[in-house]
T-cell receptor
Framework: AQSVTQPDIHITVSEGASLELRCNYS??????LFWYVQSPGQGLQLLLK??????LVQGIKGFEAEFKRSQSSFNLRKPSVHWSDAAEYFC???????????FGTGTRLLVSP | GAVVSQHPSWVICKSGTSVKIECRSL??????MFWYRQFPKQSLMLMAT?????????EQGVEKDKFLINHASLTLSTLTVTSAHPEDSSFYIC????????????FGEGSRLTVL
């Protein structure tokens, strides 16, 4: 069955430290891949997406993600976290021939001073 | 990027009443819109897929008679929670697809429903 896994429910990072949020998927073929961020009580903002081509994708707010086909992963990274990055992060996957966007369970990022 | 607007952003209603939430694509035509439900501290659960001019396709376990979805135009989809009960209290988010080729979705700001 198709699925998206974010193994980390919570992550705490010190401000200025680097960040990596994990995302693994299980699909028959390479799907479209997305990372969204959600602040409390807000909608979702698209950070970045991968459709094809260069496997290292640059997004907004200094985020990047790398698609690794062999590992079925699309991990999100940021070299230096800011306090304003504290939020919920969702990895999402969409099959290329299918309409549904499936979300992972989310990772809550906490940023410590 | 494309803008999707939801209204109202929050609503409180009495048990037994119906509530309508609107989702509009402001600067593009959306042939397909999606409605999600999000419980506190949980992920988004797809409720239904709404295609303009046709009946919505509901996910398994979602009551189509309780959650009425209408997609009458290329820029507007509505979700009506009928005979609302406290357990329907949730955060509802819509999204619209800009292109069937890219698969990218843009999301509304969400609507928080509280049923007393």
């Amino acid at each position: 069955a198709q699925s998206v896994t974010q193994p980390d429910i919570h992550i705490t990072v010190s401000e200025g430290a680097s960040l990596e949020l994990r995302c693994n998927y299980s699909y028959g073929a390479t799907p479209y891949l997305f990372w969204y961020v959600q602040s409390p009580g807000q909608g979702l903002q698209l950070l970045l997406k991968y459709f094809s081509g260069d496997t290292l994708v640059q997004g907004i707010k200094g985020f990047e993600a790398e698609f690794k086909r062999s590992q079925s992963s699309f991990n999100l990274r940021k070299p230096s976290v800011h306090w304003s990055d504290a939020a919920e992060y969702f990895c999402a996957v969409k099959a290329r021939d299918f309409q549904k966007l499936v979300f992972g369970t989310g990772t809550r990022l906490l940023v410590s001073p | 990027g494309a803008v999707v607007s939801q209204h109202p952003s929050w609503v409180i209603c009495k048990s037994g009443t119906s509530v309508k939430i609107e989702c509009r694509s402001l600067d593009f035509q959306a042939t397909t819109m999606f409605w999600y439900r999000q419980f506190p501290k949980q992920s988004l659960m797809l409720m239904a897929t709404s295609n303009e001019g046709s009946k919505a396709t509901y996910e398994q376990g979602v009551e189509k008679d309780k959650f009425l979805i209408n997609h009458a135009s290329l820029t507007l989809s509505t979700l009506t929670v009928t005979s609302a009960h406290p357990e329907d209290s949730s955060f509802y988010i819509c999204s619209a697809q800009t292109s069937i080729h890219t698969g990218e979705l843009f999301f509304g700001e969400g609507s928080r429903l509280t049923v007393l």
